[in-house]
T-cell receptor, first 111, second 115 residues
């Protein structure tokens, strides 16, 4: 059973606009969430994280929002740049135990 | 600062064979986790090693085994390979036994093809 879901396999956005990537989870015990970015032929690169005690975390152009009641998190990228084109994975864990990953969303930023 | 390294980068094996993959964690990290990423899927947790012991294990059969050395590097062994074992195998390192809210940093992966 997939505990972390990314229902949009792909997303295309114009350069300079906002990219919004979504992630849903089913386990209410998850308390730590991360976003990773993956280029072809490379391993996932850590992007940003959020603890369940927060509902927002910001790092430069990247902001992650957490809605615990809806079991939903989203990653906002503003403004989007062509170099942001990659596959984005969300991941979740409970108390530092194993991480569960979504299936990824492929983002294409069009110049 | 050296990141996570993995070897080899690519590997081709036949069904029934055994394979060993290697991982060196990021400098200063003492915990290594292994993941399998099949095509079109997210990484699936195999197991985690800390202080040379298997600390956690995902839903993988006993054909998958591992080891951690005193220098924190790790090996993943897969016996009796099946076609379905073809995947990208990722190693991730972290600090302190993968404790509460520790971020994992990934290596580039080893792509295994089983024929």
């Amino acid at each position: 059973d997939q505990q972390v879901k990314q229902n949009s396999p792909s997303l295309s956005v114009q350069e300079g606009r906002i990219s919004i990537l979504n992630c849903d989870y089913t386990n209410s015990m998850f308390d730590y969430f991360l976003w990773y970015k993956k280029y072809p032929a490379e391993g996932p690169t850590f992007l940003i994280s959020i603890s369940s005690i927060k509902d927002k975390n910001e790092d430069g152009r990247f902001t992650v929002f957490l809605n615990k009641s809806a079991k939903h998190l989203s990653l906002h990228i503003v403004p989007s740049q062509p170099g942001d084109s990659a596959v984005y994975f969300c991941a979740a864990s409970e108390a530092g135990n194993q991480f569960y990953f979504g299936t990824g969303t492929s983002l294409t930023v069009i110049p | 600062d050296a990141g996570v390294t993995q070897s080899p980068t690519h590997l081709i094996k036949t069904r029934g064979q055994q394979v060993t993959l290697r991982c060196s964690p990021k400098s200063g990290h003492d915990t290594v986790s292994w993941y399998q990423q099949a095509l079109g899927q997210g990484p699936q947790f195999i197991f985690q090693y800390y202080e040379e012991e298997e600390r956690q294990r995902g839903n993988f059969p006993d054909r998958f085994s591992g080891h951690q050395f005193p220098n924190y590097s790790s090996e993943l062994n897969v016996n009796a390979l099946l076609l379905g074992d073809s995947a990208l195998y990722l190693c991730a390192s972290s600090l302190g036994g993968g404790g509460y809210q520790e971020t994992q940093y990934f290596g580039p992966g080893t792509r295994l093809l089983v024929l």
